[in-house]
């Protein structure tokens, strides 16, 4: 399970994850579409979106490394 779809299972909006985590909602929409390599992504951009998504870091990129 990837970004995309934590956010919808935790029934969140973009601009809704990107008020409570800081990051742009245009960053996370290129997370989200591939134009940014959500494993290039910041440990703290990681660890802002697993804390509101209540998931580990790695689920944000499908479980890798694991």
Known sequence: MGLK????R???T???LAKM?????TTLS??????YDVHQMTLDNALRL???LG??????TD???D
């Open 21 to 25: 985590t800081g990051i742009a909602r």
């Open 30 to 35: 290129g997370y989200e579409c591939g134009v």
């Open 55 to 60: 998931c580990h870091p790695s689920d944000l």
């Open 14 to 16: 973009q601009a809704k």
């Open 50 to 52: 697993s804390r509101a």
């Open 5 to 8: 779809q934590l956010r919808q």
């Open 10 to 12: 935790a029934g969140l």
């Open 63 to 65: 479980g890798y490394p």
